[in-house]
C-alpha cells in the first residue's frame, strides 16, 4: 500500500513538473505573432529602393570618426550608424530562388573596407545597418510581447568569404535597468538605462587539412555571462527564417528554420537571460556584414527580405 501511494506521489509530481514546462512554453511568444507594425521594416518591392551612402563612412569605434551626414535609405526605413558604419554595397536585388512567394525584390548587403575607411585594419571587423525603429514608433516595453523576423539567403559555401569565423549578424536593440556604482569612497550607487544588443551570427568553418568540406553553424548571443552558445548546424543553404522575441519576463526567444515559411513552435531553439539583463524596452534590430579588413577580401553578399516587427495586438 504504502509503495502504491509512493507511486502516485510520484506521478502527480512528474504532471506538475510537465504542467509547468507547458506553461513556460506557452509564455514564449513565436515571432511573427500579433500586429504587425506597418511603420517599420521593409519588403524592398519599390523598384525605385535606393540607399545613398553619404560617403566616407563612419567608424568611431576605430578612429572615433562619425563622418555625418550618415547614410540613409531613401524610404527612410534604415540608417548607417556612427559606431561602426554601414556596408560598403547596400542595394535592393531580385529575390534570389525559392524566396517568398510573390517577393520581387530583396536588400543585398556586402563590404570590404569593415573597420576605417580605405584603411585596412588585417583584423576582422564589422559593419551594421540599423533599422529606424524608435523615431517611427518609439520604445516598445516588452508588456507588448514585441519580435522581429527576417528570411535571410545564404548563398552556396564556396561563394563566401573563405575565412573562418562570424560572417553575419541578426540582432535586436534592447533596453534595461541597471545599478551601477559610482565611483566614490563610500560605495554610492546609482540606476541608469543601458541598452544591449542580443541576436544571433552565422559562423563558417573553412576547409582544412582535418576537415575537408565547409561548415556553418548559428551562434546564439548570449548567455548570462555574455558568451556566445552554439546553435543548430547549417544543413542547407539558400533560404531561412530567422526570428527573436521579448517577453514580458524580460527574456530573449530565440527561433531559426530553413526556407521561407512562418515561424511556429517547432523553430524554437533556446530562451536567454544576455548578460543577465533582464529586458525593460525593445528599441531596434539591425545586420551585421563581417569581413577580414585588410583592403582585399570582400565579405559574403548577404540578402535579406521582409524584415518585419510585431507587437501584442490586444
Known amino acids: 500500500m504504502r509503495a502504491s501511494w509512493f507511486h502516485v506521489q510520484a506521478v502527480l509530481i512528474l504532471v506538475l513538473i510537465a504542467g509547468g514546462l507547458r506553461h513556460t512554453a506557452a509564455q514564449v511568444v513565436v515571432p511573427g505573432t500579433g500586429k504587425k ?14 540607399y545613398i551612402a553619404n560617403l566616407p563612412k563612419s567608424s568611431q569605434e576605430n578612429d572615433h570618426q562619425s563622418r555625418l551626414p550618415g547614410g540613409v535609405a531613401a524610404n527612410g526605413r534604415w540608417y548607417e550608424p556612427e559606431l561602426r558604419g554601414a556596408p560598403d554595397v547596400v542595394k535592393r536585388v531580385e529575390t534570389p530562388s525559392d524566396g517568398l512567394p510573390g517577393s520581387k525584390g530583396a536588400m543585398s548587403m556586402r563590404t570590404l573596407f569593415s573597420g576605417i575607411p580605405n584603411v585596412p585594419s588585417h583584423s576582422v571587423q564589422q559593419d551594421d545597418f540599423v533599422a529606424n525603429v524608435v523615431s517611427k514608433i518609439g520604445y516598445t ?11 535571410v539567403y545564404l548563398p552556396p559555401f564556396d561563394q563566401w568569404e573563405q575565412r573562418t569565423g562570424n560572417s553575419f ?61 552554439w546553435g543548430p548546424e547549417i544543413k542547407q543553404t539558400g533560404w531561412w527564417t530567422l526570428g527573436m522575441s521579448f517577453g514580458p ?22 530562451t536567454q537571460t544576455p548578460y543577465s539583463y533582464t529586458a525593460e524596452r525593445f528599441e531596434t534590430f539591425f545586420y551585421d556584414v563581417l569581413n577580414m579588413d585588410d583592403g582585399k577580401s570582400w565579405s559574403t553578399e548577404w540578402v535579406v527580405d521582409d524584415p518585419a516587427v510585431y507587437v501584442d495586438g490586444r
Open 37 to 50: 507594425v506597418a511603420e517599420v521594416g521593409d519588403d524592398f518591392e519599390d523598384p525605385k529602393w535606393n
Open 141 to 151: 516595453p516588452v508588456s507588448r510581447s514585441p519580435s522581429v523576423v527576417t528570411r
Open 169 to 229: 549578424g541578426f540582432r535586436a536593440a534592447l533596453t534595461t535597468t541597471v545599478t551601477k556604482s559610482t565611483g566614490r569612497f563610500f560605495g554610492g550607487m546609482t540606476r541608469k538605462q543601458e541598452t544591449y544588443w542580443p541576436g544571433m551570427f552565422i559562423y563558417y568553418k573553412r576547409p582544412d587539412e582535418k576537415n575537408k568540406e565547409p561548415s556553418a553553424r548559428f551562434l546564439i548571443r548570449a548567455d548570462e555571462m555574455g558568451h556566445d552558445i
Open 249 to 270: 519576463d524580460g527574456k530573449v526567444n530565440y527561433f531559426i528554420k530553413p526556407g521561407v515559411e512562418n515561424l511556429t513552435a517547432k523553430d524554437f531553439v533556446r
